[in-house]
Nanobody
Framework: EVQLVESGGGLVQAGGSLRLSCAGS????????IGWFRQAPGKEREGISSISISDGRTDYRTSVKGRFTISADNAKNTVTLQMNNLKPEDTAVYYC??????????????????WGQGTQVTVSS
């Protein structure tokens, strides 16, 4: 059974940092992508960043480029999202998800098959 577990969310002031982790288990795909997504109240889920495990390709939403960094530890089946210079508009529930093989639209949540339960990130002004 594929499982994804997010951790690292919390409350932080604007300008602060958080580090989210996504621990995966139960999948043995040759090539896959892990994506980070977020959903704020009343808004659609949106893609933030993704990483392809085979070639390390990373993709970012424009609004987080230069502030967020995605990385993978293949040995631990863990993907991390380092979030710096956080803004109140980053407040949302953050989810990680996995899909095989990596899709053409790397930040489209509809392309992903398995999802974690989410972790809340709240940025105060």
């Amino acid at each position: 059974e594929v499982q994804l577990v997010e951790s690292g969310g919390g409350l932080v002031q604007a300008g602060g940092s958080l580090r989210l982790s996504c621990a995966g288990s139960g999948f043995f795909f040759d090539d896959y992508a892990i994506g980070w997504f977020r959903q704020a109240p009343g808004k659609e889920r949106e893609g933030i960043s993704s990483i392809s495990i085979s070639d390390g390709r990373t993709d970012y939403r424009t609004s987080v480029k230069g502030r967020f960094t995605i990385s993978a530890d293949n040995a631990k089946n863990t993907v991390t999202l380092q979030m710096n210079n956080l803004k109140p508009e980053d407040t949302a529930v953050y989810y990680c998800a996995v899909v095989t093989p990596p899709p053409r639209r790397r930040l489209d949540p509809y392309e992903y098959d398995y999802w974690g339960q989410g972790t809340q990130v709240t940025v105060s002004s």
